[in-house]
């Protein structure tokens, strides 16, 4: 059955016949029945994201209503990726500082630590799980607390799901003020003891660097603690989803899986082109802030732009034969991760954890699960592409 419109379309089996569709015939369109314009092509999805009249969050309501009281919605409020102009500017720089260190940080195994966690849970759990005890590692939450971290975030990433019921939203407001007082106190660890190595003190310096007025000492604690907050909640789901969908890729080809289990270097190749076709994050939003012209079209301010990143990341003008999966692609040209200012920071982050959890799953007896992933279906999101894993347990076939 084909999706009803672009909203149900990321849950849905295959919504990719569909996004051609749209590509095809309607790349910048205005859906009737959603309220909402539609981008689903390459260039006009890059025409949104780059304009300076579209926001991320429409000016009259910068928290949804639903948990705008809440611990959630106070964390919401503090998210650079969730803010335009010189606040998300400074944040941003402080969050891609940290990644790029993390990024040289190259003496840390958590292999076996990965391990341990998967001998103490199924496939299905583990995906979620493992990437947020990962961040939260690297935060330097201790090493303790890290169960109840990776369930609180999920609590509050269920929380901030739109249409999602009121008990829900009232746990992910609870396990917000949990999360924000565990982050806050290693903050003051790190501060305390002039910990040079310290994550969270790392950010803290680079978002309240001399000279920058977008955040003001009071505010700073508040923002640190938001912002690394939001690494754990952009984690959880993405990460997930990247890593779900690249296993589903593998398992359709076992001639694939077996020359990837092999050679597990060729596992960024893998992702690059997981992330073109079958991405985790399929579409974004933006909300014009005054009047504007987009693609010859006249939109008016407070208006809605759906952004099919998952369309344009198959556009037959950007992409040759773009509904073959191809590992050896040489320019994925894929927007995934965004386009322009809110283009996200965690590309390498993403994929780093990715290939560190993929090598450990490959390294165990996945290969004799392969049937269990022939029905494999979606948690119900309005804009991910996160596969609900089997529940299998996995047998490590490493030599400690």
Same mark, same amino acid.
């Given at each position: ?13 295959? #919504? ?6 749209? *590509? ?33 969050? #429409? ?27 010189? %606040? ?38 583990? /995906? ?9 590692? !690297? ?34 407001? !609870? ?24 994550? !969270? ?23 640190? *603690? ?6 754990? /909640? ?19 080809? #076992? ?52 952004? *099919? ?12 034969? #773009? ?13 995934? %991760? ?21 090598? /450990? ?30 529940? *299998?347990? !996995? ?6």
């Amino acid at each position: 059955m084909t999706p009803l419109h672009p909203v149900a379309a990321a849950p849905h089996p295959d #919504p990719y016949p569909f996004y051609a569709e749209l *590509v095809a015939t309607r790349p910048f369109y205005r859906d009737a029945s959603l309220g909402l314009w539609v981008a689903s092509s390459a260039r006009s999805v890059r025409a949104v994201l780059s304009s300076p009249v579209c926001l991320v969050r #429409p000016r009259a309501e910068p928290v949804p209503r639903g948990f705008g009281e809440l611990a959630s919605g106070a964390l919401f409020r503090q998210w650079a990726r969730m803010n335009d102009g010189p %606040f998300h500017g400074v944040v941003r720089r402080g969050i891609g500082a940290l990644i790029e260190r993390w990024g040289a940080m190259r003496g840390v195994d958590a292999r076996a630590r990965a391990r341990r966690l998967l001998s103490e849970c199924s496939l299905q759990e583990w /995906v979620f799980w493992w990437p947020v005890h990962s961040i939260g590692g !690297l935060l330097g939450l201790p090493p303790g607390v890290l169960p109840e971290v990776a369930a609180w975030t999920g609590d509050l990433v269920k929380g901030l799901a739109p249409g999602a019921e009121q008990d829900v939203v009232l746990r992910g407001g !609870l396990a917000a003020e949990r999360l924000r007082a565990e982050v806050r106190s290693a903050l003051e660890a790190q501060t305390a003891r002039g910990s040079e190595g310290g994550a !969270l003190a790392f950010l803290m310096r680079e978002v309240g660097l001399p000279g920058d007025s977008a955040v003001d000492a009071e505010r700073l604690v508040d923002v640190v *603690v938001a912002n690394a907050i939001g690494l754990l /909640v952009q984690t959880h789901d993405a990460t997930a989803g990247l890593i779900g969908n690249t296993l589903r890729a593998l398992m359709r080809e #076992p001639t694939l899986f077996a020359e990837v289990a092999a050679r597990p270097a060729l596992l960024p190749q893998v992702l690059d082109e997981v992330l073109r076709y079958d991405p985790p994050v399929q579409n974004t939003r933006r909300y014009l802030a005054e009047d504007a012209v987009l693609e010859g079209h006249t939109l008016a301010a407070g208006e809605c732009v759906l952004v *099919v990143l998952a369309a344009a990341n198959r556009d037959a003008q950007v992409h040759h034969e #773009p509904h073959r999966f191809d590992i050896h692609r040489e320019q994925p040209a894929r927007l995934s %991760f965004g386009w322009g200012a809110h283009g996200c920071p965690g590309e390498v982050l993403a994929k780093s954890l990715a290939v560190g959890a993929l090598e /450990v799953l490959l390294a165990t007896d996945l290969a004799l699960h392969r049937e269990a992933f022939a029905d494999v279906r979606f948690l119900p999101l309005l804009n991910g592409r996160v596969p609900l894993l089997p529940s *299998v347990r !996995l047998t490590s076939q490493e030599v400690e």
